[in-house]
């Protein structure tokens, strides 16, 4: 059985940083696609970015809003994926998700039923 746990999140001043950790633990993964989800308080869950890795194939999406202020990275030798958040804004604020996939996908995998893992959340909050 395949669990993710995330952790990193936090209370961060507008403009602040923080950095997501997702690490995978009963299986390591011969490819795969791992997306970050977030879901503020009376909204959907919603996409942020994901990686999807096969061998020497690494693809990165991310979510137009936060394209250039987050960035995933992976450490195959940890079983870990993160999210690097910069210039973070209030309306950041939102559990923040990693959810994983056996499969390397050229595409972005936006729908949260593409995914058959789910990490508990990690709350992060931007104060203004």
């Known amino acids: 059985q395949v669990q993710l746990v995330e952790s990193g999140g936090g209370l961060v001043q507008a403009g602040g940083s923080l950095r997501l950790s997702c690490a995978a633990s009963?299986?390591?993964?011969?490819?795969?696609?791992m997306g970050w989800f977030r879901q503020a308080p009376g909204k959907e869950r919603e996409f942020v970015g994901d990686?999807?890795?096969?061998?020497?194939?690494?693809?990165?999406f991310y979510a137009d809003s936060v394209r250039g202020r987050f960035t995933i990275s992976r450490d195959n030798a940890k079983n870990a994926v993160y999210l690097q958040m910069n210039s973070l804004k209030p309306e950041d604020t939102a559990v923040y998700y990693c959810?994983?996939?056996?499969?390397?996908?050229?595409?972005?995998?936006?729908?949260?039923?593409?995914?058959?893992?789910w990490g508990q959340g990690t709350q992060v909050t931007v104060s203004s």
């Open positions: 009963g299986r390591t993964f011969s490819s795969y696609t």
């Open positions: 959810a994983g996939k056996e499969v390397f996908q050229p595409w972005r995998l936006m729908s949260t039923t593409g995914y058959d893992y």
């Open positions: 990686i999807s890795w096969s061998g020497g194939n690494t693809l990165y």
